[in-house]
Protein backbone atom coordinates (compact mmCIF):
# COMPACT_ATOMS: atom_id res chain seq x y z
CA UNK A 1 0.00 0.00 0.00
CA UNK A 2 2.82 2.82 0.67
CA UNK A 3 4.38 1.77 -2.66
CA UNK A 4 0.59 1.88 -3.83
CA UNK A 5 0.03 5.66 -2.60
CA UNK A 6 3.99 7.02 -3.35
CA UNK A 7 3.17 6.31 -7.27
CA UNK A 8 0.24 8.65 -6.72
CA UNK A 9 1.86 11.91 -6.66
CA UNK A 10 4.33 11.11 -9.55
CA UNK A 11 3.77 13.22 -12.50
CA UNK A 12 4.76 10.18 -15.40
CA UNK A 13 7.39 11.28 -18.14
CA UNK A 14 6.23 11.90 -21.64
CA UNK A 15 7.10 10.14 -24.34
CA UNK A 16 8.02 11.58 -27.64
CA UNK A 17 7.18 8.73 -30.03
CA UNK A 18 3.04 8.46 -28.03
CA UNK A 19 2.60 5.26 -26.37
CA UNK A 20 0.53 4.23 -29.44
CA UNK A 21 3.09 4.40 -31.93
CA UNK A 22 6.04 2.56 -33.53
CA UNK A 23 7.47 5.29 -35.29
CA UNK A 24 9.65 6.41 -34.64
CA UNK A 25 11.61 3.27 -33.73
CA UNK A 26 13.42 4.69 -30.50
CA UNK A 27 13.42 8.05 -29.03
CA UNK A 28 16.87 8.02 -26.87
CA UNK A 29 18.49 9.21 -29.61
CA UNK A 30 18.56 10.07 -33.73
CA UNK A 31 19.44 7.88 -36.44
CA UNK A 32 19.82 7.97 -39.95
CA UNK A 33 20.36 6.55 -43.07
CA UNK A 34 19.54 3.37 -41.72
CA UNK A 35 20.23 -0.02 -43.44
CA UNK A 36 18.84 -3.93 -42.20
CA UNK A 37 21.07 -6.88 -41.79
CA UNK A 38 19.61 -9.97 -40.74
CA UNK A 39 20.75 -12.85 -38.66
CA UNK A 40 19.96 -15.73 -36.93
CA UNK A 41 16.34 -14.63 -36.39
CA UNK A 42 17.18 -10.89 -35.64
CA UNK A 43 17.23 -7.68 -37.93
CA UNK A 44 20.18 -5.22 -36.45
CA UNK A 45 19.56 -1.13 -38.21
CA UNK A 46 22.95 0.36 -38.30
CA UNK A 47 22.39 4.33 -38.41
CA UNK A 48 24.00 7.56 -38.76
CA UNK A 49 24.72 9.11 -35.50
CA UNK A 50 23.06 12.51 -36.18
CA UNK A 51 23.90 14.20 -32.80
CA UNK A 52 23.37 17.88 -32.14
CA UNK A 53 25.63 20.52 -33.24
CA UNK A 54 25.95 23.66 -31.04
CA UNK A 55 26.58 27.11 -32.09
CA UNK A 56 28.60 29.81 -30.28
CA UNK A 57 25.96 30.38 -27.84
CA UNK A 58 25.61 27.30 -27.14
CA UNK A 59 22.41 26.60 -29.07
CA UNK A 60 21.30 23.95 -31.53
CA UNK A 61 22.01 24.46 -34.89
CA UNK A 62 21.64 23.15 -38.36
CA UNK A 63 22.99 19.83 -38.51
CA UNK A 64 25.81 20.17 -41.17
CA UNK A 65 26.77 15.91 -40.94
CA UNK A 66 30.53 17.25 -40.76
CA UNK A 67 30.83 16.02 -36.95
CA UNK A 68 29.71 12.76 -37.45
CA UNK A 69 32.19 9.88 -36.85
CA UNK A 70 30.02 7.58 -34.85
CA UNK A 71 27.19 4.67 -36.42
CA UNK A 72 24.60 3.46 -34.30
CA UNK A 73 23.45 -0.28 -33.57
CA UNK A 74 19.96 -1.55 -32.67
CA UNK A 75 17.90 -4.67 -33.42
CA UNK A 76 14.86 -6.45 -32.96
CA UNK A 77 13.50 -9.70 -32.85
CA UNK A 78 9.85 -8.78 -33.16
CA UNK A 79 9.87 -5.72 -35.26
CA UNK A 80 8.59 -3.42 -32.09
CA UNK A 81 10.91 -3.89 -29.53
CA UNK A 82 14.16 -3.10 -29.83
CA UNK A 83 17.52 -3.43 -27.87
CA UNK A 84 19.92 -0.39 -28.52
CA UNK A 85 23.58 -1.95 -29.00
CA UNK A 86 25.52 1.71 -28.70
CA UNK A 87 27.58 3.47 -30.56
CA UNK A 88 30.41 2.61 -32.70
CA UNK A 89 33.22 5.23 -33.15
CA UNK A 90 33.89 4.92 -37.24
CA UNK A 91 36.29 7.86 -38.06
CA UNK A 92 39.34 9.79 -36.55
CA UNK A 93 41.83 9.86 -33.90
CA UNK A 94 39.19 7.61 -31.54
CA UNK A 95 37.83 5.75 -33.92
CA UNK A 96 38.27 1.95 -35.74
CA UNK A 97 39.48 4.16 -39.02
CA UNK A 98 42.39 6.54 -38.04
CA UNK A 99 42.38 7.37 -41.57
CA UNK A 100 38.57 8.32 -42.26
CA UNK A 101 36.87 11.83 -41.63
CA UNK A 102 33.50 10.83 -41.32
CA UNK A 103 31.11 7.44 -41.03
CA UNK A 104 27.49 8.39 -42.94
CA UNK A 105 25.22 5.83 -44.54
CA UNK A 106 26.35 2.59 -43.64
CA UNK A 107 25.54 -0.57 -44.92
CA UNK A 108 26.14 -4.24 -43.64
CA UNK A 109 26.35 -7.92 -44.80
CA UNK A 110 27.79 -11.18 -43.32
CA UNK A 111 29.42 -14.02 -44.62
CA UNK A 112 30.74 -17.47 -43.15
CA UNK A 113 35.04 -17.43 -43.39
CA UNK A 114 36.59 -20.43 -42.27
CA UNK A 115 33.53 -21.91 -40.75
CA UNK A 116 32.75 -18.72 -38.58
CA UNK A 117 30.59 -16.01 -39.22
CA UNK A 118 32.12 -12.79 -40.00
CA UNK A 119 30.58 -9.53 -40.02
CA UNK A 120 31.40 -6.63 -42.42
CA UNK A 121 30.56 -2.99 -41.90
CA UNK A 122 31.03 0.01 -44.69
CA UNK A 123 30.41 3.42 -44.50
CA UNK A 124 30.78 6.50 -46.64
CA UNK A 125 34.22 8.92 -45.52
CA UNK A 126 31.94 11.98 -46.07
CA UNK A 127 31.59 11.95 -50.30
CA UNK A 128 35.00 10.84 -50.79
CA UNK A 129 35.10 6.85 -50.20
CA UNK A 130 33.73 4.25 -48.60
CA UNK A 131 35.36 2.42 -46.04
CA UNK A 132 34.84 -1.38 -44.41
CA UNK A 133 35.32 -3.14 -41.07
CA UNK A 134 35.11 -6.19 -39.61
CA UNK A 135 33.83 -8.16 -36.35
CA UNK A 136 32.97 -11.65 -35.54
CA UNK A 137 29.40 -10.11 -34.21
CA UNK A 138 27.08 -8.20 -35.35
CA UNK A 139 27.80 -5.80 -32.57
CA UNK A 140 31.54 -5.68 -32.40
CA UNK A 141 34.22 -4.70 -31.45
CA UNK A 142 34.85 -3.89 -35.05
CA UNK A 143 38.35 -3.99 -37.18
CA UNK A 144 40.10 -2.09 -39.63
CA UNK A 145 41.83 -5.16 -41.16
CA UNK A 146 42.16 -3.31 -44.39
CA UNK A 147 43.33 -0.19 -43.42
CA UNK A 148 42.50 2.21 -45.94
CA UNK A 149 39.29 2.75 -48.01
CA UNK A 150 37.59 0.16 -50.23
CA UNK A 151 36.32 2.57 -52.82
CA UNK A 152 38.68 5.63 -53.61
CA UNK A 153 38.76 8.45 -56.27
CA UNK A 154 42.06 7.16 -57.29
CA UNK A 155 40.29 4.24 -58.76
CA UNK A 156 38.97 3.63 -62.29
CA UNK A 157 35.32 4.97 -62.95
CA UNK A 158 35.34 6.03 -59.27
CA UNK A 159 36.96 9.74 -59.50
CA UNK A 160 34.31 10.92 -62.11
CA UNK A 161 31.50 10.06 -59.26
CA UNK A 162 29.85 13.75 -57.59
CA UNK A 163 29.52 11.87 -54.49
CA UNK A 164 31.64 8.84 -53.92
CA UNK A 165 29.65 7.51 -51.01
CA UNK A 166 25.70 5.62 -49.86
CA UNK A 167 27.00 2.09 -50.13
CA UNK A 168 24.47 -0.65 -50.46
CA UNK A 169 25.62 -4.18 -50.28
CA UNK A 170 23.89 -7.61 -51.32
CA UNK A 171 25.36 -11.51 -50.34
CA UNK A 172 23.50 -13.86 -53.18
CA UNK A 173 22.46 -16.62 -53.14
CA UNK A 174 25.58 -18.11 -54.35
CA UNK A 175 27.68 -16.13 -51.75
CA UNK A 176 28.84 -14.07 -54.03
CA UNK A 177 28.51 -10.40 -52.85
CA UNK A 178 28.03 -6.50 -54.41
CA UNK A 179 28.49 -3.48 -53.85
CA UNK A 180 26.22 -0.47 -54.77
CA UNK A 181 27.07 3.34 -54.48
CA UNK A 182 27.56 6.83 -55.99
CA UNK A 183 25.47 9.85 -56.13
CA UNK A 184 25.25 13.72 -57.17
CA UNK A 185 23.93 15.49 -59.99
CA UNK A 186 26.75 16.58 -62.89
CA UNK A 187 26.03 20.22 -63.94
CA UNK A 188 23.20 20.28 -66.81
CA UNK A 189 22.92 16.12 -66.53
CA UNK A 190 19.98 15.98 -63.81
CA UNK A 191 17.85 13.41 -65.92
CA UNK A 192 20.86 11.32 -66.38
CA UNK A 193 23.70 12.38 -63.80
CA UNK A 194 25.24 8.14 -64.31
CA UNK A 195 26.79 8.84 -60.80
CA UNK A 196 25.43 5.54 -59.82
CA UNK A 197 28.02 2.58 -60.02
CA UNK A 198 27.72 -1.35 -58.76
CA UNK A 199 30.90 -4.03 -58.69
CA UNK A 200 31.15 -6.99 -57.35
CA UNK A 201 32.77 -7.47 -53.94
CA UNK A 202 35.96 -9.94 -53.70
CA UNK A 203 35.92 -13.37 -51.50
CA UNK A 204 37.30 -11.47 -48.80
CA UNK A 205 34.20 -8.76 -48.78
CA UNK A 206 36.88 -5.82 -48.93
CA UNK A 207 37.75 -5.55 -52.61
CA UNK A 208 36.77 -5.63 -55.83
CA UNK A 209 36.95 -7.76 -58.72
CA UNK A 210 36.11 -5.58 -61.59
CA UNK A 211 36.19 -1.67 -62.07
CA UNK A 212 32.27 -0.60 -61.17
CA UNK A 213 29.79 -0.24 -63.98
CA UNK A 214 27.66 2.23 -64.32
CA UNK A 215 24.17 1.97 -63.38
CA UNK A 216 22.17 4.62 -65.35
CA UNK A 217 19.02 5.96 -62.48
CA UNK A 218 16.69 8.63 -64.20
CA UNK A 219 17.41 11.34 -62.44
CA UNK A 220 19.81 9.59 -59.42
CA UNK A 221 20.70 12.21 -56.34
CA UNK A 222 22.12 9.17 -54.15
CA UNK A 223 20.67 6.65 -51.34
CA UNK A 224 21.48 3.46 -53.67
CA UNK A 225 19.36 0.09 -52.18
CA UNK A 226 19.53 -3.23 -53.30
CA UNK A 227 17.38 -6.54 -52.36
CA UNK A 228 16.49 -9.46 -54.92
CA UNK A 229 12.89 -11.26 -55.36
CA UNK A 230 12.88 -14.44 -56.79
CA UNK A 231 15.16 -14.10 -59.95
CA UNK A 232 15.01 -10.13 -59.90
CA UNK A 233 17.30 -8.07 -58.65
CA UNK A 234 15.82 -4.37 -57.35
CA UNK A 235 18.45 -1.07 -57.34
CA UNK A 236 16.21 1.55 -54.96
CA UNK A 237 17.48 4.81 -54.77
CA UNK A 238 16.34 8.40 -54.42
CA UNK A 239 15.49 11.48 -56.68
CA UNK A 240 17.45 14.73 -57.09
CA UNK A 241 15.74 17.81 -56.32
CA UNK A 242 15.77 18.97 -59.92
CA UNK A 243 13.20 16.71 -61.38
CA UNK A 244 11.29 19.00 -63.88
CA UNK A 245 7.87 18.04 -65.23
CA UNK A 246 8.59 16.36 -68.13
CA UNK A 247 10.81 13.66 -65.89
CA UNK A 248 7.50 13.34 -63.78
CA UNK A 249 5.42 12.68 -66.62
CA UNK A 250 7.83 10.25 -67.76
CA UNK A 251 8.46 8.45 -65.15
CA UNK A 252 5.86 9.31 -62.40
CA UNK A 253 7.92 10.59 -59.39
CA UNK A 254 8.83 13.95 -57.77
CA UNK A 255 11.73 15.23 -55.99
CA UNK A 256 13.50 13.12 -53.68
CA UNK A 257 11.20 10.19 -53.48
CA UNK A 258 12.72 6.71 -53.73
CA UNK A 259 11.97 4.66 -56.88
CA UNK A 260 12.63 1.21 -58.25
CA UNK A 261 14.66 0.08 -61.21
CA UNK A 262 15.29 -3.88 -62.31
CA UNK A 263 17.43 -6.35 -63.65
CA UNK A 264 18.08 -10.22 -64.08
CA UNK A 265 21.83 -9.42 -63.19
CA UNK A 266 23.01 -8.49 -59.96
CA UNK A 267 25.28 -5.75 -62.09
CA UNK A 268 22.34 -4.66 -64.72
CA UNK A 269 21.55 -3.49 -67.18
CA UNK A 270 18.37 -1.68 -64.47
CA UNK A 271 15.57 -0.67 -66.11
CA UNK A 272 12.55 1.77 -64.42
CA UNK A 273 10.31 0.61 -62.79
CA UNK A 274 8.44 2.74 -60.51
CA UNK A 275 8.45 5.10 -57.13
CA UNK A 276 7.52 3.35 -53.58
CA UNK A 277 7.89 6.25 -51.06
CA UNK A 278 7.45 9.48 -51.90
CA UNK A 279 9.52 12.39 -49.40
CA UNK A 280 8.80 12.49 -45.83
CA UNK A 281 7.53 15.93 -46.51
CA UNK A 282 4.51 14.36 -47.98
CA UNK A 283 3.44 12.89 -45.33
CA UNK A 284 5.05 14.69 -41.57
CA UNK A 285 5.21 18.26 -43.15
CA UNK A 286 9.24 18.21 -43.37
CA UNK A 287 11.31 17.06 -45.67
CA UNK A 288 15.16 16.73 -46.68
CA UNK A 289 17.30 13.69 -48.19
CA UNK A 290 15.30 10.54 -48.32
CA UNK A 291 17.13 7.40 -47.87
CA UNK A 292 16.33 3.81 -47.28
CA UNK A 293 16.69 0.32 -47.13
CA UNK A 294 14.44 -2.20 -48.31
CA UNK A 295 14.71 -6.13 -46.23
CA UNK A 296 12.80 -9.81 -45.87
CA UNK A 297 12.19 -10.62 -42.46
CA UNK A 298 10.33 -13.93 -40.87
CA UNK A 299 8.59 -13.52 -44.76
CA UNK A 300 7.60 -10.59 -44.46
CA UNK A 301 8.58 -7.13 -46.29
CA UNK A 302 9.61 -4.25 -45.27
CA UNK A 303 11.38 -0.19 -45.79
CA UNK A 304 13.60 1.57 -43.05
CA UNK A 305 13.82 5.04 -43.72
CA UNK A 306 15.03 8.51 -41.51
CA UNK A 307 12.11 11.10 -41.18
CA UNK A 308 12.40 13.98 -38.83
CA UNK A 309 9.27 13.16 -36.48
CA UNK A 310 11.04 13.15 -33.44
CA UNK A 311 12.87 16.38 -33.49
CA UNK A 312 9.33 17.89 -34.88
CA UNK A 313 8.00 16.39 -31.56
CA UNK A 314 10.85 17.85 -29.60
CA UNK A 315 10.26 21.79 -31.35
CA UNK A 316 14.21 21.67 -33.05
CA UNK A 317 13.61 21.61 -36.16
CA UNK A 318 17.62 21.38 -37.54
CA UNK A 319 17.33 18.53 -40.13
CA UNK A 320 18.23 15.76 -37.43
CA UNK A 321 16.81 12.61 -38.67
CA UNK A 322 14.92 9.35 -36.76
CA UNK A 323 15.08 5.61 -38.24
CA UNK A 324 11.68 4.49 -39.08
CA UNK A 325 10.16 1.04 -40.40
CA UNK A 326 7.22 0.01 -42.61
CA UNK A 327 5.59 -3.36 -43.82
CA UNK A 328 4.88 -3.80 -47.77
CA UNK A 329 3.90 -6.21 -50.02
CA UNK A 330 6.07 -7.53 -52.84
CA UNK A 331 3.58 -8.75 -55.77
CA UNK A 332 3.94 -11.46 -57.64
CA UNK A 333 6.11 -9.41 -60.56
CA UNK A 334 7.77 -7.43 -58.15
CA UNK A 335 5.45 -4.15 -57.77
CA UNK A 336 5.46 -2.46 -54.56
CA UNK A 337 3.41 0.72 -55.23
CA UNK A 338 3.11 3.68 -52.97
CA UNK A 339 4.41 2.87 -49.24
CA UNK A 340 2.48 4.89 -46.43
CA UNK A 341 4.37 6.38 -43.95
CA UNK A 342 2.35 5.81 -40.51
CA UNK A 343 3.55 6.02 -37.15
CA UNK A 344 1.18 3.75 -35.94
CA UNK A 345 0.84 0.55 -38.62
CA UNK A 346 3.12 -1.87 -38.20
CA UNK A 347 2.53 -4.89 -36.09
CA UNK A 348 4.76 -7.26 -34.00
CA UNK A 349 6.01 -10.03 -35.85
CA UNK A 350 5.77 -13.13 -32.78
CA UNK A 351 6.69 -12.15 -29.22
CA UNK A 352 9.07 -11.17 -27.00
CA UNK A 353 9.99 -14.15 -24.27
CA UNK A 354 9.41 -12.85 -20.94
CA UNK A 355 11.28 -15.74 -19.00
CA UNK A 356 14.68 -14.94 -21.59
CA UNK A 357 16.79 -12.47 -20.11
CA UNK A 358 15.85 -9.01 -21.68
CA UNK A 359 18.11 -6.20 -21.83
CA UNK A 360 16.89 -2.79 -19.74
CA UNK A 361 18.25 -1.08 -23.30
CA UNK A 362 15.49 -3.15 -24.78
CA UNK A 363 11.85 -1.27 -25.09
CA UNK A 364 9.25 0.15 -27.53
CA UNK A 365 8.18 3.13 -25.96
CA UNK A 366 9.91 4.87 -23.38
CA UNK A 367 9.83 8.70 -21.32
CA UNK A 368 12.78 10.34 -19.98
CA UNK A 369 15.68 7.46 -20.03
CA UNK A 370 18.55 6.95 -21.79
CA UNK A 371 21.28 3.90 -22.45
CA UNK A 372 24.91 3.96 -21.53
CA UNK A 373 27.54 1.15 -22.14
CA UNK A 374 26.94 -1.59 -19.03
CA UNK A 375 30.45 -2.40 -18.96
CA UNK A 376 34.25 -1.87 -20.13
CA UNK A 377 33.84 -3.70 -22.58
CA UNK A 378 31.21 -2.11 -24.23
CA UNK A 379 33.02 1.67 -23.11
CA UNK A 380 35.95 1.05 -24.77
CA UNK A 381 34.48 -0.66 -28.19
CA UNK A 382 31.97 2.32 -27.97
CA UNK A 383 29.25 -0.49 -29.06
CA UNK A 384 27.95 -3.74 -27.28
CA UNK A 385 25.65 -4.30 -24.23
CA UNK A 386 23.84 -1.54 -23.30
CA UNK A 387 22.02 -0.62 -19.59
CA UNK A 388 18.75 1.70 -19.21
CA UNK A 389 19.88 5.37 -17.23
CA UNK A 390 19.48 8.63 -16.67
CA UNK A 391 16.44 7.34 -14.55
CA UNK A 392 14.49 10.21 -12.84
CA UNK A 393 10.98 10.06 -11.13
CA UNK A 394 8.49 9.41 -13.67
CA UNK A 395 10.29 8.09 -15.71
CA UNK A 396 8.75 4.86 -17.52
CA UNK A 397 9.46 2.17 -20.51
CA UNK A 398 6.95 -0.06 -21.97
CA UNK A 399 7.82 -3.36 -23.23
CA UNK A 400 5.20 -4.60 -25.89
CA UNK A 401 3.78 -8.25 -26.77
CA UNK A 402 5.66 -9.63 -23.90
CA UNK A 403 4.73 -13.22 -23.90
CA UNK A 404 4.31 -15.11 -20.50
CA UNK A 405 2.85 -18.32 -21.32
CA UNK A 406 1.43 -20.56 -19.11
CA UNK A 407 1.99 -17.83 -16.29
CA UNK A 408 4.60 -15.81 -14.41
CA UNK A 409 4.50 -15.80 -10.52
CA UNK A 410 6.99 -12.83 -10.94
CA UNK A 411 9.68 -10.74 -11.53
CA UNK A 412 13.44 -10.21 -11.08
CA UNK A 413 15.81 -7.33 -11.76
CA UNK A 414 19.53 -6.77 -12.02
CA UNK A 415 20.33 -3.51 -11.21
CA UNK A 416 23.64 -1.15 -10.78
CA UNK A 417 21.95 1.37 -7.61
CA UNK A 418 24.85 3.53 -7.63
CA UNK A 419 24.24 3.92 -4.25
CA UNK A 420 20.66 5.05 -4.53
CA UNK A 421 17.44 4.16 -3.19
CA UNK A 422 14.68 3.17 -5.68
CA UNK A 423 11.16 1.71 -6.24
CA UNK A 424 9.76 0.33 -9.38
CA UNK A 425 6.02 0.30 -10.50
CA UNK A 426 5.71 -2.97 -12.54
CA UNK A 427 2.22 -2.47 -14.88
CA UNK A 428 0.53 -4.80 -16.99
CA UNK A 429 -1.60 -3.12 -20.32
CA UNK A 430 -1.85 0.02 -18.73
CA UNK A 431 0.51 2.26 -17.22
CA UNK A 432 -1.89 2.76 -14.43
CA UNK A 433 -3.01 -1.10 -13.87
CA UNK A 434 -0.05 -1.86 -11.48
CA UNK A 435 1.03 -5.41 -10.35
CA UNK A 436 3.70 -5.57 -8.33
CA UNK A 437 6.74 -3.21 -6.97
CA UNK A 438 10.62 -4.13 -7.31
CA UNK A 439 11.87 -1.95 -3.85
CA UNK A 440 15.77 -1.34 -5.43
CA UNK A 441 18.06 -1.17 -2.37
CA UNK A 442 21.60 1.05 -2.26
CA UNK A 443 24.18 -1.63 -2.66
CA UNK A 444 28.03 -1.66 -2.72
CA UNK A 445 28.06 -4.85 -5.34
CA UNK A 446 28.67 -3.60 -8.66
CA UNK A 447 25.06 -4.62 -9.99
CA UNK A 448 22.32 -6.65 -7.83
CA UNK A 449 19.23 -8.42 -8.28
CA UNK A 450 15.94 -6.78 -6.79
CA UNK A 451 12.93 -9.16 -7.11
CA UNK A 452 8.82 -8.80 -6.71
CA UNK A 453 6.11 -11.42 -6.52
CA UNK A 454 2.92 -11.24 -8.16
CA UNK A 455 -0.24 -11.95 -6.33
CA UNK A 456 -1.48 -14.36 -8.61
CA UNK A 457 0.32 -15.55 -11.61
CA UNK A 458 0.49 -13.30 -15.04
CA UNK A 459 -0.20 -15.69 -18.29
CA UNK A 460 -0.52 -14.99 -22.03
CA UNK A 461 0.82 -11.83 -23.73
CA UNK A 462 0.90 -8.28 -22.14
CA UNK A 463 2.27 -5.30 -22.61
CA UNK A 464 4.02 -4.70 -19.40
CA UNK A 465 5.07 -1.25 -18.22
CA UNK A 466 8.12 -0.29 -15.81
CA UNK A 467 7.67 3.47 -13.87
CA UNK A 468 10.58 4.77 -11.71
CA UNK A 469 10.64 6.18 -8.52
CA UNK A 470 13.92 7.29 -6.94
CA UNK A 471 16.90 8.27 -9.59
CA UNK A 472 20.23 7.89 -10.24
CA UNK A 473 20.11 3.85 -10.18
CA UNK A 474 20.74 1.78 -13.81
CA UNK A 475 19.01 -1.28 -14.76
CA UNK A 476 21.15 -4.18 -16.65
CA UNK A 477 18.27 -6.70 -17.60
CA UNK A 478 14.69 -8.00 -16.55
CA UNK A 479 13.82 -11.44 -16.12
CA UNK A 480 10.07 -13.09 -15.21
CA UNK A 481 10.11 -15.78 -13.27
CA UNK A 482 7.83 -18.56 -13.54
Known amino acids: MMNEELFKNIKVAKSYKGDGNVNPVIEQHYGADPFA ?14 AYEYDEKGEIK ?11 VISTKDMINFTDHGEITIAGEGGVTKWAHNSWAPAA ?13 YFADNGGGIGVVCADSPVGPFRDELGHGLIRRDMENCGNVEWLFDPAVLVDDDGRAYIYFGGGVPMGKAAHPMTGRCAELGEDMMSLKAVPEVIDAPYLFEDS ?5 KDTYYYTYCSNFSVDEAGTKEYGFNNGEINVMESKSPLGPFTYKERI ?3 PEYFYGLGGNNHHAVFKFKDKW ?12 LGILHGYRSTCIEEFTMGEDG ?8 KDARKQVGALDGFEKISGACFAVMGGVDTAPADEVSRSCGCGKMLLTAIDEGDFVKLEGVDLKDGAAGIKALVKTNGKDGVIRLSVDSIDNAKAYIEVKAAEAEASEF ?11 HDIYFTFSGSGYEVVEWQFEK
Do not use: Q
Request: proline share 1%.
Open 37 to 50: LVYEGTVYFYMTAD
Open 62 to 72: ENSYSKIRSLY
Open 109 to 121: AWKMVDGKPKFFL
Open 225 to 229: GIHKY
Open 277 to 279: LRN
Open 302 to 313: YITYHARILEKE
Open 335 to 342: TIGDIDMK
Open 451 to 461: TAKFDEKISGK
